[in-house]
């Protein structure tokens, strides 16, 4: 299933929900790493902010997890800084949750 596809199912999150899609948005993260630090790389300034924006997700999901929560306004502002990632920077479009 597609991420975004995945997130508009959820109406009320649990931490299991949490935990799928901080799956997804950590090997997006980690794909991103690997662009940043490749010899010569000529984006490297444009990966460095991709990766400064979506590591407020990231950041947020791991806040989540480690308080086993997630509240209403956490759940919106994930859902806003994911959705604000896609439209800025997109990628995430296609990348599946492994529900």
Avoid at 14 to 21: G, H, K, S
Avoid at 42 to 67: F, H, P, R, V
């Amino acid at each position: 299933m597609r991420i975004f596809d995945y997130i508009d199912t959820i109406e009320k999150p649990t931490i299991d929900n949490i935990r799928v899609i901080y799956k997804a948005i950590n090997v997006k993260y980690d794909e991103l790493i690997d662009m940043a630090v490749e010899p010569n790389s000529k984006n490297y300034n444009k990966w460095m902010q991709t990766l400064g924006c979506l590591k407020a997700s990231e950041n947020l999901l791991i806040d989540c997890i480690t308080n086993n929560k997630i509240t209403d306004m956490e759940w919106l502002q994930l859902k806003c800084d994911i959705y604000k990632y896609q439209v800025k920077y997109g990628g995430l479009k296609y990348l599946n949750v492994e529900a």
